[in-house]
């Protein structure tokens, strides 16, 4: 399996985890994701773009079903503080800038106001 991480410096505030690379199960992908996080927490991120894809072919999705699924999952146990859809991630989210204040790290992610169903913003 390909290390799905990408990050701008070793000790980077913020990760980029791309869940959908080489098309994993829903397991597999919530098991990465269960990774991910902890990785990120250890390594003292505050938030993760999670990477899951959109289901363009019409009849997909189900990635980006079991990942959000997941992390409210995570965010009842505790393990993360929160996460905002893709297509809430704009300036004009309270949540979003909410993040955006507390994790400085996010104002430049490409993907902000760009309503991208295929991430997930995770605050950690």
């Known amino acids: 399996m390909k290390n799905r991480l990408k990050s701008n410096s070793a000790n980077a505030k913020f990760r980029i985890v791309n869940i959908k690379e080489g098309m994993p199960t829903i397991e597999e992908a919530r098991n990465l994701l269960k990774q991910e996080i902890a990785s990120a927490k250890q390594a003292g991120a505050k938030a993760m773009k999670i990477i899951h894809g ?3 072919t019409g009849k997909g999705g189900s990635i980006k079903d079991a990942i959000r699924k997941s992390l409210s999952l995570r965010k ?3 393990k993360i503080s929160g996460f905002i859809i893709g297509e809430k991630w704009t300036i004009f989210n309270d949540e979003a ?3 955006l204040e507390s994790a400085g790290e996010l104002c430049g992610d490409s993907d902000l106001e760009r309503c991208n169903e295929g991430i997930t913003i995770v605050l950690l």
């Open 76 to 78: 009842k146990e505790g």
């Open 97 to 99: 800038r909410k993040a």
């Open 54 to 56: 959109y289901g363009s």
